[in-house]
């Protein structure tokens, strides 16, 4: 069992704090890597929830290779975000309050999986000309990135 399934087996919908790590991919040509999420048919970074014993960037790494089959190199903190402008509840009722930790990546290796259980696609895309349904919570990320606030960003 995994650690949401064990501590929700106990709390069950009650809000949760939950951290979030995610990898902002750049190919050769400066495009992000997204892929389309089977859940709920939005467009995002490849990312998710932390399990125990994980650092962040041990998550970042197991998510992205899960959601795209890709190895990521050296890893920068872009940002993290937290508090109240971060609470969901989810499809099924949970709730939660996210703090998640954003990373940016231009190394990798592997070749990109563009559909498996938690992707219905994957590809890179310019910042000019992103697909319109972007996954909600995520479009904070695209706007700092396209901005020129400072780095790491903590909100």
């Known amino acids: ?17 939950m951290v979030v790590c995610g990898a902002i991919i750049f190919d050769e040509f400066g495009r992000i890597l997204l892929h389309l999420r089977s ?21 970042v790494r197991r998510e992205v290779f899960e959601e795209t089959g890709l190895q990521l190199g050296a890893l920068t903190l872009f940002s993290i975000y ?14 939660v ?4 930790h954003w990373f940016t990546c231009h190394e990798f290796r592997g070749e990109l999986v563009k559909q498996n259980e938690e992707s219905l696609d994957a590809a890179f895309f310019s910042l000019d000309n992103l697909p319109d349904n972007l996954f909600p919570s995520q479009q904070k990320v ?12 903590i909100r």
């Open 1 to 17: 069992m995994d650690y949401i399934s064990y501590v929700r087996d106990m709390v069950g919908h009650k809000p949760l704090i």
């Open 39 to 59: 859940d709920n048919k939005t467009w995002g970074f490849p990312g998710g929830y932390m399990e125990l014993g994980e650092s962040v960037k041990d998550t």
């Open 82 to 95: 937290s508090g109240t402008g971060n609470k969901k509840t989810l499809v099924n009722g949970d709730q």
């Open 97 to 100: 309050e996210l703090v998640q």
């Open 142 to 153: 695209i706007r700092d990135l396209k901005s020129n606030v400072q780095r790491p960003i």
